[in-house]
Every structure is written in C-alpha cells, then in structure tokens.
C-alpha cells in the first residue's frame, strides 16, 4: 500500500452502433460521455474493508480477518480473461449473493470484492473506498464499466501494480498505453461479474476516452471524427444488461439462421457509419451525409427490436422526435434505459426544446450532452467540484 488517498474518475459512454452484435464479434462504434464516475480510497488502519456507495444507498464494511480465507487455494490471475470461478464461488457464499441475482447492489458489491482480492492478494489491506457517479445507474451509459474502471485503476494504483501518474503540480495525470491496458484489463473482470458475457467496449471506453472502433477486443482510436450534435434521453425504464445480453444469446441460440444475418447487417451499419464520418471528416460534412447517418440509425433501431431489446418507452422516443425530422435509436443493451437523437448542426433551437418538452411530459429526461471526454484519470482534490469532493468526504 503506497498511498494514503487516491481520487480517479472515468467516463460514461455512448454507443452509436453495434450494441448487442459486439458481444458476437462485431463492429461497434462508441464515444465517451462528459459524464464521470469518481471514486476515493483511502488507506486506514480500522483492520477493515469498507465501501460506500451513495447512488445505490450501499454503506458496507467487511474485517479483513474474516475476507482472508476466501483466498486460499486461489489462483494466479494470469491473462486475465476468465474469472477466478472457484473464488466467485466462495465469495458468493460469503456474502449470500445468489447466482441468477442481477441486482443492483449484490452485482455492485460482488465485483467490488472480487477485484479487491485479486489485486490485494498478497497483502489484504484495510481501504475505505467510496464512490459516487453522475450517470443514471443501469441506463445504458456504461455505469458499470465507468465504476469498474475506477476500482481498477484505483485498486492497482494503491497496491502499487501500477504508478501513481501524478505529481504535485498536476491537477489530472493519465497512465502510459500498458498501465492503461492493464486498467481495461482488470475491469474487464468486474464487468463479467456485472454483465454476464461483456464484449469490453464499455470498459475500454471509460479507459481510454474518445471515439472508438471495437472489434473483438481490437480498439482502434478515431480521433478524427467530426464532432456530432446529440441528444440523450433517458425513459427511466429500469433494465439490467446481463438480463438483456442473456435474452439475445437465447434468441440467437434458438433462431441462429434468422438471427446471424441481423448480427451482420449490424456491423455493416457501424462500417458505413464509420466510413460516413470518415467523409465528412475529409470533405466537410454535407446534407446527404446526414441522412445516410439517420437512414442508418433507423435500420439499427429495427434490427435491435428484433433482437428483443426495444421497449415501448423507446418506440415513444422515436415517434417523438421523428415527429420533429429527428432520427433516434436506443444506446446500450435497451429495454428502456436510454437512446440518442442525432442534431443536425443546423437543428433550430425551438425545435430541441419542443422535442425537450414533449419528451419530459413522458417522464423522461432529455439533454444535449457532449461526447469526447477523457478516458480514467488520476486528480488531484483541486480538480474535482466541491460538490463531488463533498459526497466523496462525507464517508
Ligand atoms: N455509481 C455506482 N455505484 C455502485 N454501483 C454501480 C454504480 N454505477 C454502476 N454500478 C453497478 O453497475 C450496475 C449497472 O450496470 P448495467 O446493468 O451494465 O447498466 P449500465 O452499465 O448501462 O449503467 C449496477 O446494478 C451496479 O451494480
Ligand atoms: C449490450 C452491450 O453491447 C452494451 C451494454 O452497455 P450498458 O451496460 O447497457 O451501458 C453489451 C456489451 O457490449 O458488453
Ligand atoms: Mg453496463
């Protein structure tokens, strides 16, 4: 344990394509959120574990003489790949989570705990962590893989598998490219307890930031994308992604000849997409570069109702906003949560705030955001809001 305190934060994500298809190999196309998780550990001397999670009301302290055992016969973590699954088994004993559980709490706290005690193996060390986010939790924002990058980074910063990047003069510090693999790598775990069966864009967005290809496991960064208008919406529609992730492999299990062609024509659409921006990035953008994004949002939005990730409150998004020439689909694994609108750079301002107000009379919440954030990052207390330092203290 090399340090006394230690401030992260990582970002929420937007994907524009190919949720659901990357978990089967293929193309997605992704871009961070100015929507952060931030995260506090601090070394103690209590003898105790301790998280507090005031999003999802979870204040918790286990004594580190009673975690140990849960260690013994474990393995090396190696390539970090698959999970330790005799350990998730002991853990799951231990802290009576089930194994069909998915909810919020046990799926926050079991990933908490495992990386823990992956990364403190050696030596358990008495932490408090605390962690606070300004995503909406289980709205497909990438909540999970923003919390779960903020405990790896942190995690390994203080047992000192990685450095800690910053200096006194620095406000924020990043790590170098394989610090930062190792990070994605780590909280690639925390995301297969969460989800089930990740694809890993979500965690190597909230690593790395930006705009991303990703393609089974190959990230490719696209720096040069024109900075695109959008409009988020979240229906509030409580869903979980493991629940959803399950609910295609069961649809592609049971009608594989009619599903893998909408797989394809996924990652077709995240290609023309990509080879779209990449037009208008080099020739300017145009109108006609417009509609083929939107004609393109629309196909991906039918392709993910047959794959049974729709919901009436996003059928009710769509309608809204097409109503208005806006073109939307839903963002993450759907089944309520949230989905994007793309703007035109000319879309008038009455226009957005009619589309606002129609949307908020559903019960939904609606707000241009601004994508392209930095990836995780280390701070200085300087950095962060008073507000945030002020949830983050107050444990
Ligand atoms: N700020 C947070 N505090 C505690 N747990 C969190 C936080 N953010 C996310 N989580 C965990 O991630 C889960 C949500 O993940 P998921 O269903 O993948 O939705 P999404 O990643 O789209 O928000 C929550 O149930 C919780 O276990
Ligand atoms: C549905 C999926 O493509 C994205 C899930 O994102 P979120 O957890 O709903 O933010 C799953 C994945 O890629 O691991
Ligand atoms: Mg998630």
Request: net charge negative.
């Amino acid at each position: 344990m090399q340090t006394r305190e230690f401030l992260v934060s990582a970002p929420g994500k937007v994907i524009l394509h190919g949720e659901h298809s990357v978990v089967h190999g293929k193309v997605a196309l992704a871009v961070s959120l100015n929507l952060r998780t931030y995260l506090r550990l601090q070394s103690t001397a209590s003898g105790e574990v301790r998280i507090n999670l005031p999003n999802i009301d979870t204040f918790l302290a286990w004594e580190i003489t009673a975690l140990q055992p849960l260690l013994a016969g474990c393995k090396e973590q190696g390539d970090l790949k698959e999970l330790d699954a005799d350990l998730l088994k002991r853990l799951r004993e231990f802290t009576g989570i089930l194994d069909e559980s998915t909810d919020t709490r046990s799926m926050a706290v079991l990933a908490f705990l495992y990386m823990y005690l992956t990364v403190f193996a050696e030596a358990l060390a008495s932490i408090t962590v605390s962690v606070w986010s300004e995503l909406p939790t289980g709205a497909g924002l990438g909540s999970s893989a923003a919390y779960n990058v903020c405990l790896s980074a942190a995690l390994l910063s203080a047992r000192g598998t990685i450095s800690s990047p910053l200096t006194p003069q620095q406000e924020s510090a990043r790590w170098c490219k394989d610090e930062m693999e190792l990070i994605n790598r780590w909280a690639f775990m925390g995301e297969k307890i969460i989800h089930g069966n990740p694809s890993g864009v979500d965690n190597a967005v909230g690593t790395w930031g930006g705009f991303l290809r990703y393609h089974a496991g190959n990230i490719t960064p696209l720096s040069w994308v024109p900075i695109l208008r959008i409009l988020l919406t979240n229906t509030k529609v409580p869903r979980s992604t493991k629940v959803l992730v399950s609910g295609v492999k069961d649809k592609i299990n049971k009608f594989s000849s009619v599903m893998k062609p909408v797989l394809e024509s996924v990652s077709a659409v995240s290609c023309t997409c990509e080879q779209t921006l990449t037009e208008m990035a080099t020739h300017g953008p145009s109108a006609e570069h417009y509609s083929i994004l939107e004609e393109l949002i629309d196909i991906n939005q039918h392709h993910l109702n047959v794959m049974g990730v729709g919901h009436s409150s996003l059928d009710t998004l769509c309608r809204v906003t097409l109503a208005r020439g806006l073109h939307s689909k839903l963002t993450g694994a759907g089944g309520g949560g949230c989905g994007i609108t793309l703007l035109r750079p000319e879309t008038d301002a009455s226009v957005i705030q009619s589309t606002f107000e129609e949307l908020k009379s559903c019960g939904f919440d609606c707000w241009e955001t601004s994508i392209g954030a930095p990836g995780v990052q280390q701070h200085s207390s300087a950095a962060l809001s008073q507000d945030v330092l002020k949830i983050l203290n107050s444990y």
